[in-house]
């Protein structure tokens, strides 16, 4: 078994408007059941979720926990403004984003955009990934799916890694359980999140801020299913435990 | 950019004493920087590592923990041996184990093993990796990176992934911080966990309780360099802000 991961050539930098699918089919010959992985931040600008820091006005909240953690009040707000739930403000602010993924900053991005400005996560990327991969069904008549990405630190692990989003066109994981062994044990492995290991494995050639190559294909994995979707990857609160112990910390 | 990720063929059923470096060498033509990536179950195999359960005696907390969780207290046994701190005993048993690891049930395996016998994690997983990119470069005049990996949950996202716990000719991380983004402005992106984003690639790739096709190539992805070990991305305890929460709990 084997697979190619390879960067779409030519992608400009990405503006409010442009079209994503048109662009990225333009540069690439598509096949069924690739796997398209887009970063975050590209489809963020398309979408034109980026603010000027000048326009945000930050409240004594923010001010308060900006000066705890050495960061700047306006991101802070821009951060409060896109969570739902705030799960600790220090020694970083962790937060539950209106999308329910938990992550540092709500996802916000300094880097990769002209000075003075932020890129928010997408508005709703599970839709984003709906959006694109019926787009490049439109322009190619090809079934793919989409998964879009950002960076996430991890509990017990120092260093950031790719993780999916928002999705389309796949199952968040594949389930193991049930299906036996070499020996015939029923395995008890529990859903490998394939989404994320894709998104790993996508961010590995995304190189410096998501930028320069923020399109990956992953080619000869064949997860295509009509499906939509990354939520059910989400533990529901009552069954979170490391949620529960910040909050309650 | 690409790179592609392929398993070796014909690996058999790995047993105590096999040279894993030899079954490798002979099933694949290895090019110098090529990646090699193994499931921690086939390298605890051939060093030894595998317990039949008749021979564990639980202890009353291992009763305990086993009655709470609704385990197998020769598992939870097995789990608190490897296992140098408690972090967590319920719902399940998160330990950090004596290679500072921080996962569920010390990575014991039950999967994939003839009936009445578990898997345990190899004992220093990074100098196994070290014999085995050794040993691989004594047969082959190749230099290799090895990662060996385990599956493990992670907090606030479902399902399990791959993840890298002992790796030999490359480091864990790739540090963006300092360069210039597209619009030249400083890059605050932290570290890059590339060994476990590459764990995660070739996950995809090991199938069923890893053990079918338990070692992966990755091949275009140029990591390699004369570096040795993994622990580095574990935090210490002073800066584990999950950690403490959860002990405190």
Not at 51 to 71: D, F, K, V, W, Y
Not at 140 to 150: G, M
Not at 164 to 178: F, K, L, Q, V
């Amino acid at each position: 078994m084997h697979f190619n991961a390879f960067t779409v050539p030519d992608i400009p930098l990405v503006e409010r408007g442009d079209d994503l699918a048109e662009i990225i089919c333009k540069n690439i010959r598509l096949c069924d059941h690739d796997i398209v992985v887009i970063a975050s931040t590209v489809v963020a600008k398309a979408e034109g979720r980026v603010t000027p820091l000048a326009a945000i006005a930050p409240s004594n909240r923010a001010i308060t926990i900006a000066e705890r953690n050495e960061g700047d009040p306006r991101v802070v707000q821009a951060v409060l403004d896109e969570s739902e739930d705030i799960i600790l403000e220090s020694p970083f602010l962790l937060v539950k984003t209106r999308n329910d993924n938990i992550c540092v900053n709500a996802g916000i991005d300094g880097s990769n955009i002209d000075s003075g400005r932020i890129v928010l996560l997408p508005e709703d990327p599970d839709g984003s990934a709906k959006n694109i991969r019926e787009a490049i069904f439109s322009i190619t008549a090809k079934t793919v799916s989409v998964i879009i990405t950002d960076t996430n630190g991890r509990a017990f692990r120092g260093g950031q890694i790719g993780v999916a989003i928002g999705i389309s066109g796949i199952t968040p994981t594949r389930d193991w359980r049930g299906s036996r062994d070499l020996f015939g044990n029923v395995l008890e492995v529990a859903n490998e999140a394939i989404v994320d290991e894709i998104a790993a494995t996508a961010n590995l050639l995304f190189g410096e801020g998501s930028d320069g190559t923020p399109v990956v294909v992953v080619r000869g994995l064949d997860f295509y299913v009509k499906a939509e979707g990354v939520r059910e990857l989400y533990f529901p609160e009552s069954d979170d435990v490391v949620r529960d112990a910040l909050v309650r910390g």
